[in-house]
């Protein structure tokens, strides 16, 4: 056995491995591996071996090592009087958030990850799954870059470095031939060549939206405008002063904001919370838009949700997010479900379908 550690020893020696100090050789592994946050010695003053204990990872899983610093405030003293974290490093309890009852759930798959997992799945009995080490590389993250070191949705063979967030998220919520039962691939919702979509890949195609609040415009023209948005801009912690990202929220849809999509519910600014965080509210129920958007909103006695003509993400279709949920609305005694937008801008248009027991076959406004 000695004889044989001596050979391994040499050859590692040989390799260069052993040619530096220990101290040399944490530095060496800082530049070249822990590239990021958990690099800094302020931060994690035994770097590696904050998270690299033993069989911690293996025995607690992976979310559990995270939760060490990423949790509540006694994982972190202990980490702290263990010497692992240092006293200038301000975390918030992520784990707090997954607890919440929409979430991404990290605590359900371990071991099926796999660092060079090719992303999106291409096999429909692929394994699915989520970790950390899916959105944030443990290496190479930073606080001001959540996705730094990660690659983005994979084309061919090619697979580049993520630079917007909808690439982080594409990777599992676009083209996976996995998707579960009722999923949708996003994707293809925002594809810049549909009619209509929320700005998250590119600016927006419609140009006459005059509910946005500011500083939203469709295009800029003045300093401080914004045109585009992220995933995270609806999708996050429902605690406005908690962690940033889509973690866990107690809204249904992982959103930060509630947003109602059922029928028949009275209207108010909480029911469409979400929607009025970006479109003025005294603009949709004054029918500057629409000049029928109160009534289908109030209603009498009780309206209808936004998601009934709208869907949030994008439209293939139609014009401003035109889409109308099936589970409402049906087609005409003869078959037809149809928007009509008549020009451009004009606020004007019809719709050929059956709501409420109401036939539209056309009701022009």
Same mark, same amino acid.
């Given at each position: 056995?000695?004889?044989?550690? $001596?050979?391994?020893?040499?050859?590692?020696?040989?390799?260069?491995?052993?040619?530096?100090?220990? %101290?040399?050789? #944490?530095?060496?592994?800082?530049?070249?591996?822990?590239?990021?946050?958990?690099?800094?010695?302020?931060?994690?003053?035994?770097?590696?071996?904050?998270?690299?204990?033993?069989?911690? #990872?293996?025995?607690?899983?992976?979310?559990?090592?995270?939760?060490?610093?990423?949790?509540?405030? =006694?994982?972190?003293? *202990?980490?702290?009087?263990?010497?692992?974290?240092?006293?200038?490093?301000?975390?918030?309890?992520?784990?707090?958030?997954?607890? *919440?009852?929409?979430?991404?759930?990290?605590?359900?798959?371990?071991?099926?990850?796999?660092?060079?997992?090719?992303?999106?799945?291409?096999?429909?009995?692929?394994?699915?799954?989520?970790?950390?080490?899916?959105?944030?590389?443990?290496?190479?993250?930073?606080? =001001?870059?959540?996705?730094?070191?990660?690659?983005?949705?994979?084309?061919?063979?090619?697979?580049?470095?993520?630079?917007?967030?909808?690439?982080?998220?594409?990777?599992?919520?676009?083209?996976?031939?996995? $998707?579960?039962?009722?999923?949708?691939?996003?994707? %293809?919702?925002?594809?810049?060549?549909?009619?209509?979509?929320?700005?998250?890949?590119?600016?927006?195609?419609?140009?006459?939206?005059?509910?946005?609040?500011?500083?939203?415009?469709?295009?800029?023209?003045?300093?401080?405008?914004?045109?585009?948005?992220?995933?995270?801009?609806?999708?996050?912690?429902?605690?406005?002063?908690?962690?940033?990202?889509?973690?866990?929220?107690?809204? %249904?849809?992982?959103?930060?904001?509630?947003?109602?999509?059922?029928?028949?519910?009275?209207?108010?600014?909480?029911?469409?919370?979400?929607?009025?965080?970006?479109?003025?509210?005294?603009?949709?129920?004054?029918?500057?838009?629409?000049?029928?958007? %109160?009534?289908?909103?109030?209603?009498?006695?009780?309206?209808?949700?936004?998601?009934?003509?709208?869907?949030?993400?994008?439209?293939? *279709?139609?014009?401003?997010?035109?889409?109308?949920?099936?589970?409402?609305?049906?087609?005409?005694?003869?078959? *037809? $479900?149809?928007?009509?937008?008549?020009?451009?801008?004009?606020?004007?248009?019809?719709?050929?379908?059956?709501?409420?027991?109401?036939?539209?076959?056309?009701?022009?406004?």
């Amino acid at each position: 056995m000695k004889k044989l550690v $001596l050979i391994l020893l040499a050859g590692f020696v040989g390799g260069g491995l052993l040619l530096l100090s220990p %101290a040399d050789a #944490m530095r060496n592994v800082g530049r070249t591996v822990l590239d990021g946050a958990h690099g800094d010695r302020q931060l994690l003053p035994r770097t590696c071996r904050a998270c690299h204990r033993g069989m911690a #990872m293996a025995i607690r899983g992976e979310e559990e090592v995270c939760y060490a610093c990423h949790g509540s405030q =006694d994982e972190r003293d *202990k980490m702290r009087r263990a010497g692992l974290l240092g006293d200038g490093a301000r975390l918030d309890n992520i784990a707090r958030e997954f607890r *919440k009852p929409y979430r991404h759930p990290v605590e359900k798959s371990r071991g099926v990850h796999h660092p060079q997992e090719r992303l999106p799945e291409e096999q429909v009995n692929a394994a699915r799954h989520v970790e950390c080490v899916d959105c944030h590389h443990p290496h190479q993250v930073d606080r =001001d870059q959540p996705f730094r070191g990660m690659v983005g949705k994979r084309v061919g063979n090619f697979q580049g470095a993520i630079e917007n967030e909808y690439e982080l998220c594409y990777r599992c919520h676009a083209e996976s031939a996995n $998707l579960p039962i009722g999923s949708t691939n996003k994707h %293809a919702e925002f594809k810049q060549t549909n009619r209509s979509y929320h700005p998250v890949e590119a600016e927006g195609r419609n140009l006459y939206v005059i509910s946005l609040l500011p500083p939203y415009n469709e295009r800029k023209e003045n300093p401080g405008d914004v045109t585009r948005m992220t995933c995270s801009d609806c999708h996050g912690s429902d605690d406005a002063s908690g962690p940033q990202g889509p973690h866990g929220s107690n809204y %249904a849809g992982l959103l930060r904001l509630n947003y109602d999509t059922s029928d028949e519910r009275p209207e108010s600014r909480y029911a469409y919370e979400l929607c009025y965080r970006c479109h003025d509210r005294t603009s949709i129920l004054s029918n500057e838009s629409f000049p029928y958007h %109160a009534l289908h909103i109030r209603g009498n006695p009780a309206g209808t949700s936004c998601h009934t003509c709208h869907d949030a993400h994008g439209s293939s *279709k139609y014009q401003y997010l035109i889409r109308f949920n099936e589970e409402v609305v049906s087609p005409t005694a003869d078959g *037809k $479900l149809e928007f009509k937008a008549t020009g451009i801008g004009t606020r004007h248009g019809s719709c050929l379908l059956n709501c409420h027991g109401v036939e539209h076959n056309p009701m022009s406004y």
